[in-house]
């Protein structure tokens, strides 16, 4: 992880801080949060046009998905998605920019 683009990434998340389903730090995702994201992944269900909020989601994400690896981030920031999509009408644009600043592999690539 580079220092400069770390902040970068707190900064980006500032504007979030309101929506709980988003953490604050992208290397410091509560248990409880991944736990609640990972149930959305597993009870929510993306209707055709909401699936391809999402599909366009992970062209535009610089991982090309919720993470770079399927991980437990990847099962959780789905999840997350399929709750921003279905209950706040997040965008293409908007889920993809979320994913970017979450980014907490260490690539230094968000």
Known sequence: MGYQQ???QLQGLE???PVEEIPKDPYDVPVSLAKRLIGYRDALTLNAPKQAVYDRAVTLAKEHGPCCCRCWR???FEGQAKFLITQRAYTSRQIAEVWDLEDGCGSGEA
């Open 15 to 17: 504007r979030y801080r």
């Open 6 to 8: 770390y902040r970068k």
């Open 74 to 76: 990847w099962d959780a």
